[in-house]
């Protein structure tokens, strides 16, 4: 009985592969985590953190007889920083689920007042900058302009207003809208405002929607947030 040649027995076991019934192997994308194992991540983490929690509060008490609670006020202190940032981590490798809906310009910087506590928000800009239009997820941006917001706004010291520069601009091959954050104080040391996993965050998600953010320098500091229009 003549040997099969390589050709032939590939050629058989191509067409006995062909036969068999399709199998659901759906997960997630090239090179993107997978949602159970993020799941079980952030689960063990959880754990971890319950524990660390739990011997604190353990040691305040007993530390109570003498008196000095500032060793485990550090403690508590380093712990709740550890935890942001895995939690912090974790939404950074997550992947997003988009779902792109037209915004006006106008309307998305009028949704920053209400993270103000007790500072005013002056927008200055076109006269028809307010009209224009995104492309935006309503979750991912209104997440990522809060940190822009909340990183500004440590740097607010005497101000009673965040001041918003809102103008038309041309980056890459994109028509687009600039909103410029601008920090407080003058002179004095440089702040730096892109520093943290936070604005790893928001970066990540303003790229999301083909988008930039970036750091400018000038007499005040500004968080710029770049968005092309949708037309």
């Known amino acids: 009985m003549r040997a099969k040649t390589r050709n032939e027995a590939g050629g058989e076991i191509l067409a006995d592969r062909e036969s068999e019934p399709s199998v659901d192997r759906a997960g997630p994308g090239f090179g993107l985590p997978d949602d159970h194992i993020l799941g079980e991540i952030s689960h063990e983490m959880g754990n971890y953190f319950h524990k660390l929690y ?4 353990y040691l305040r008490e007993n530390a109570q007889t003498s008196g000095d609670l500032s060793a ?8 709740d920083r550890l935890e942001h940032f895995m939690r912090m981590s974790l939404e950074y490798f997550a992947p997003a689920r988009l779902c792109f809906n037209k915004v006006r310009a106008g309307d998305l910087v009028a949704s920053l007042r209400s993270r103000l506590v007790g500072r005013e928000l002056r927008v200055e800009g076109e006269p028809d900058w307010a009209e224009q239009a995104v ?3 309503a979750g991912l941006i209104a997440r990522a302009l809060r940190t822009v917001v909340e990183r500004v706004a ?12 809102v103008s038309r601009a041309h980056r890459r091959e994109y028509e687009g809208l600039e909103i410029e954050f601008v920090a407080g104080g003058e002179g004095g040391e440089p702040v730096t405002l892109m520093k943290g996993i936070e604005m790893a965050v928001a970066e990540k ?27």
């Not at 440590?154 to 520069?165: F, G, P, Y």
């Not at 930039?212 to 037309?231: A, K």
Request: charge should be negative; charged fraction near 25%; glycine fraction near 8%.
């Open 154 to 165: 440590t740097t607010l010291i005497a101000e009673s207003e965040m001041r918003v520069k």
């Open 54 to 57: 739990y011997w604190t509060e």
């Open 72 to 79: 485990v006020e550090m403690l508590q202190g380093t712990v």
């Open 205 to 231: 998600f303003f790229q999301i929607h083909g988008g930039e953010l970036f750091e400018r320098e000038g007499d005040r500091h500004t968080l710029v947030v770049f968005l092309p229009i949708y037309s």
């Open 135 to 137: 492309m935006a997820d």
